[in-house]
C-alpha cells in the first residue's frame, strides 16, 4: 500500500512571518531527471500573500527598519558563511529541482548565492551620500545632501533556470538597503528560496523581514502579491511577457518595478579570432544549464570565410556534451525544467525545420536508459540555414540550441546582431582589440563581452533594452530601484 501522500511525501510550504504556513492547496513538483514526485508545494491564496505582506510591513516597521548600515552587513556576511556552510543542502535542493549537474549547481548557483551578499555588504558599506556645497547668487550657500532610504515592501519574483543565484542577486541589495520582502520563487523552483529562507533565520535576519509564497502567476501567488496594495515596489526576473503582465498589475498605483527579461543574444565571429577559444566560447554560451540562461547565445554570426569550420568545431562540441544523472561528474548537461518546457523548445526544432533549416547537431529527444527516459531530456542542437526573417532567429528558444548565419562586412554583423527587438547580451570574437571594442560598444544590449561570455564582476550594471528589461542590478545600480534617496537642502 502506498504511504498516503501527506505523510510520506515532502512538503514545501509557505514561509511567513518567521513560520512554514500552509497553502490554499498543493501541486506537485516533479524531477525532471527522471519525471519523479519530488514533493506537494504549498500554493499561497490572497490570504496568505496578505499575511506576508503585512508580515514584511511590520518588521519593516521594527528593529529591522532601524537597524544600522554596519549590523546589516553584518547580517549580510553570515548568512553568506551559513550558506557556504550548508552548500551541500542548497546544491541538493537545486540540483533536485533542476536535474542540473551537481558541480554547476555548486560552482555557479551556490557559489554565487554567498558572493551576492559579500558584494552587497561590501557595496553597502562603503556607498557614500551625494552632496554639494551650492553657491548662491547672492554670495551666501547652501548644503544639499541626499540620504537613501529603503524603498519598503519588495516583491521578488523570479524564474526557474538560476532560481538561487537569482533570487540572492535581488534579496542581497533589497536587504542591504534595509527593505523587507516578499518572494515568489518559480512554481518549478521551490525549494532553494524555501531552504534559504531557513538559513537567513539561522544568521539572525528578524522573522517577518523575508517572507517565501508558493505558486504560479496569473490567479496565482504572482498576480496576488503585484496587484497587493501593500507592496512597494516589484522586481522580477523572467519573461518579457510576464514583465508586460506586471507592469499592468502595477501601474493603477504606480509602483516602480525593475526587470531582467529575456533575450535573443548574438555571438559574432570573425576571421581573424582565436577559433579554438571562439569555438569552445560558443558551446559555453549556448548549451550551459542545457541553453536556459538569460545571457546564452540563440544567434551566432560568422564571418563566411571561417564559417565551415566553426560550423564544423561547435557541432562536435555539441555531440560530445554528456547528458546523464547530476551526481556523475562525467555529466556536462541536464535536463530542461519540465516537459511543458521541453515540449515549448520541441515547437521551435519542428519550427526551425518546416523554416528551412539545416540540422548540424542534435534536432530531437537522446535515448538514455537508465531510467530517465521520463525525464525532460533534449539533444544539444545546432541549426545553419536560417536567416534573420525566420521566427526560430528572433523568437527565445531557451534551450541548448542556436543558428548560425555567415556574414561578410563588419557593418553587416553589427546590423544583424542588432536586428532585435531584445537587447540583452552580446559576444564579440576577434583578435583584434580595437575592433573588438568598436563593435562591442555599437552593441544594442545591456552587457557586452568580447573574447569571453558570462564573466562578471559584481559591481558592474547588470540589465538589457527593448524587451530584454527595465532597470540595472549591480553594485550600485541595484541601490537605484532598492532605494529612495531624499534630498535635503540647508541654507547656510
Ligand atoms: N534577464 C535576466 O536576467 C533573466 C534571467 C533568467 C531568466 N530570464 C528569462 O526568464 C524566462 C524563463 O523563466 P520563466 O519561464 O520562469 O519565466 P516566467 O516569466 O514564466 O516566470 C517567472 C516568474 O514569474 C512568475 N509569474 C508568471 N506570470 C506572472 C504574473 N502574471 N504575475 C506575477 N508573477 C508571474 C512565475 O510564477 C515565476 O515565478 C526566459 O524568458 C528568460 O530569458 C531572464
Ligand atoms: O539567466 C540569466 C542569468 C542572469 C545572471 C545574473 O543576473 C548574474 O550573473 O548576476
Redesign the pocket.
Known amino acids: 500500500m502506498s504511504p498516503s501522500a501527506t505523510t510520506q511525501t515532502r512538503q514545501i510550504r509557505n514561509f511567513i512571518d518567521g513560520n512554514p504556513v500552509d497553502g490554499v492547496r498543493t501541486f506537485n513538483k516533479l524531477n525532471p531527471i527522471d519525471g519523479s514526485l519530488i514533493g506537494e508545494v504549498h500554493e499561497a491564496g490572497p490570504n496568505e500573500v496578505s499575511l506576508a505582506v503585512s508580515a514584511a510591513r511590520a518588521a519593516l516597521e521594527g528593529p529591522w527598519g532601524r537597524m544600522s548600515v554596519a549590523e546589516r552587513a553584518r547580517i549580510m556576511r553570515r548568512i553568506a558563511d551559513t550558506i557556504d556552510r550548508r552548500a551541500d543542502e542548497l546544491v541538493a535542493a537545486e540540483v533536485g529541482d533542476t536535474g542540473k549537474p551537481e558541480a554547476l549547481a555548486r560552482d555557479l548557483d551556490v557559489a554565487r548565492a554567498a558572493a551576492n551578499f559579500r558584494s552587497f555588504a561590501d557595496t553597502v558599506s562603503s556607498a557614500g551620500l551625494d552632496s554639494f556645497l551650492t553657491e548662491l547668487p547672492d554670495g551666501r550657500s547652501a548644503l544639499n545632501y541626499a540620504i537613501r532610504k529603503p524603498l519598503g515592501v519588495v516583491a521578488i519574483?523570479?524564474?526557474?533556470?538560476?532560481p538561487l543565484l537569482?533570487l540572492t542577486w535581488k534579496l542581497a541589495p533589497a536587504l542591504a538597503s534595509g527593505n523587507t520582502v516578499v518572494i515568489?520563487?518559480?512554481?518549478?523552483t521551490p525549494s532553494s528560496a524555501t531552504l534559504l529562507a531557513e538559513i537567513l533565520a539561522e544568521a539572525g535576519v528578524p522573522r517577518g523581514v523575508v517572507n517565501v509564497v508558493h505558486g504560479?502567476?496569473?490567479d496565482s501567488a504572482?498576480?496576488f502579491?503585484?496587484a497587493h496594495p501593500g507592496i512597494d515596489g516589484v522586481t522580477?526576473?523572467?519573461?518579457?511577457s510576464?514583465g508586460s503582465?506586471?507592469m499592468r498589475?502595477v501601474a493603477p498605483r504606480v509602483r516602480p518595478v525593475s526587470f531582467?527579461?529575456?533575450?535573443k543574444n548574438a555571438a559574432v565571429v570573425f576571421a581573424d579570432a582565436n577559433l579554438d577559444a571562439a569555438i569552445a566560447g560558443l558551446a559555453r554560451s549556448t548549451y550551459l544549464n542545457t541553453g536556459q540562461?538569460?545571457l546564452c547565445t540563440e544567434r551566432i554570426y560568422v564571418e563566411r570565410a571561417i564559417f565551415n569550420d566553426v560550423a564544423a568545431g561547435l557541432a562536435e562540441h555539441a555531440d560530445r556534451l554528456r547528458l546523464g544523472r547530476p551526481e556523475d561528474p562525467a555529466t556536462t548537461t541536464g535536463p530542461l525544467i519540465s516537459q511543458a518546457h521541453r515540449a515549448k523548445v520541441l515547437s521551435y526544432f519542428e519550427l526551425a525545420q518546416s523554416e528551412g533549416a539545416t540540422i548540424l547537431a542534435g534536432g530531437g529527444i537522446p535515448t538514455l536508459g537508465d531510467g530517465l527516459d521520463g525525464g525532460s531530456w533534449i539533444q544539444p542542437t545546432l541549426w545553419a540555414g536560417l536567416d534573420n526573417s525566420h521566427r526560430t532567429v528572433r523568437e527565445?528558444v531557451?534551450g541548448p540550441v542556436a543558428a548560425l548565419i555567415p556574414f561578410d562586412t563588419e557593418e553587416e554583423a553589427i546590423a544583424l546582431a542588432n536586428d532585435t527587438d531584445y537587447g540583452?547580451a552580446a559576444v564579440t570574437w576577434t583578435s583584434d582589440l580595437a575592433r573588438g571594442h568598436r563593435v562591442a560598444q555599437r552593441m544594442r544590449v545591456g552587457m557586452s563581452w568580447v573574447n569571453a561570455w558570462y564573466l562578471r564582476d559584481l559591481r558592474s550594471p547588470f540589465g538589457?533594452v527593448g524587451l530584454?528589461?527595465i532597470g540595472r542590478e549591480g553594485g550600485r545600480h541595484s541601490f537605484d530601484f532598492y532605494t529612495e534617496p531624499t534630498n535635503v537642502c540647508v541654507q547656510l
Do not use: H
Request: aromatic share 10%.
Open positions: 519574483i523570479v524564474p526557474w533556470n538560476l537569482l515568489k520563487p518559480s512554481e518549478e504560479f502567476g496569473e504572482g498576480a502579491l503585484t522580477f526576473t523572467g519573461e518579457s510576464t503582465a506586471i498589475a531582467e527579461l529575456g533575450g540562461v538569460c527565445e531557451f540583452l538589457g530584454s528589461g
